[in-house]
């Protein structure tokens, strides 16, 4: 069987899958049921100085089986956090307690977390606190200089040069986390013209599965510009998702979206699904597989002129999926098989990703 055991700044995983910051590890029963879901280590929800406040509804669906949040930090204080997150020390899992935000919280409850709690590592979010790099370097270096455990600093999507804040950042933390939710976004229903959350003018936060090419592609950046471990975390909900994130860099993977929308059994899910994959494809280990993206890079195809698609009939079963979503009309059927009109195709590709048959190749 594949070994999925991980090490993390010093820290052992038994897998690579663990709960990301949210409302699924709110509190200590809610974190133990992540780990008898399987997962492969705990991350706390985030605890701020004060405690949070927000206004309901907090939690919503939305388009593309996304989830759309005005959640915050934790609503409960955190001295009553902290002593609950000493039932999970324990239990035979690495605890990693989330902080935010500014740099004076960071550093009072570095300390507090530290010398109560004795985490395997903190994690502090920079979700609120600007799209400035410099700021956030300090925010990193009062927390380095207020605790000697490892730290993990998790990445906004909105931030704009996160090459140049990876490698800023990179000197005065451990690993990286990325990324947080994306927004801020709306929607609302139509009918009534109610919004979805309770926030002021309803507008909330973007996680789920919308938000996972946003998460693979930071994930690879951070990965590619400097050495520190990266965890990935956007949209993650099944075993193939990690593979991919793995494969652009990440060395482990956090879950919160897919928890609420199935549950707990979702880490182990995700943990069994990764071990198929792996053995499946001959790999023994996830070291084998990390940054594999990275490295194809250099052999990919490049087209120096625009192909075209074409259709190997000995596999294709004349199901029409591409036919119908050719908007160029370069696809008709002939004789029980898809057919091309080179003069009409633009080389875009998108019909093959509806071939279940790997009938499809672009080729001049």
């Known amino acids: 069987m594949p070994d999925l055991s991980v090490k993390i700044s010093g820290i052992e995983f038994k897998n690579p899958v663990m709960p990301a910051a949210g409302p699924n590890v709110r509190n200590s029963e809610l974190m133990i049921k992540a780990i008898d879901g399987g997962a492969g280590a705990i991350v706390t929800k985030t605890i701020s100085v004060v405690a949070a406040n927000d206004p309901r509804p907090t939690i919503r669906k939305t388009n593309c089986n996304g989830l759309m949040n005005c959640e915050t930090w934790s609503e409960t204080p955190a001295e009553q956090f902290i002593e609950d997150c000493k039932k999970i020390k324990n239990l035979g899992v690495p605890l ?15 300390k507090i977390v ?18 400035q790099v410099e700021p956030l370097v300090e925010i990193a270096k009062s927390l380095r200089k207020s605790v000697d455990i490892p730290i993990w600093m998790k990445i906004s999507p909105n931030f704009l040069g996160i090459e140049e804040l990876a490698l800023a950042v990179s000197p005065f933390v451990d690993g990286f986390v990325a990324i947080n939710s994306f927004g801020p976004v709306l929607d609302f229903d139509p009918e009534n013209l109610e919004p979805k959350l309770g926030s002021k003018y309803g507008r909330g936060w973007l996680s789920g599965q919308p938000i996972l090419p946003i998460a693979l592609r930071i994930v690879h950046q951070i990965s590619s510009v400097q050495n520190k471990p990266v965890i990935g975390v956007g949209g993650i909900a099944r075993g193939i998702d ?13 879950v919160c979206s897919a928890a609420i929308q199935k549950g707990h059994s979702i880490y182990g899910k995700i943990v069994s699904e990764i071990e198929q994959w792996l053995e499946k494809h001959g790999y023994n280990s996830l070291d084998e597989i990390k940054g594999l993206y990275s490295r194809s890079l250099e052999n990919r195809l490049k087209y120096s002129s625009i192909p075209v698609m074409t259709i190997d009939e000995s596999k294709c079963t004349g199901c029409q999926a591409c036919i119908s979503r050719c908007v160029q009309g370069a696809l008709y059927l002939s004789d029980d098989k898809s057919k091309v009109i080179a003069e009409n195709c633009i080389g875009c590709g998108y019909c093959q990703d509806f071939c279940a048959f790997d009938a499809m190749k672009l080729k001049y």
């Open 242 to 254: 990690a593979i991919k994130f793995i494969m652009a860099g990440a060395s482990a993977v956090q």
């Open 96 to 110: 990693i307690v989330s902080i935010g935000y500014k740099s004076d919280d960071v550093a009072k409850l570095g």
């Open 114 to 131: 530290q010398s109560e709690l004795e985490p395997d590592a903190i994690e502090f979010s920079t979700h609120y606190v600007g799209r």
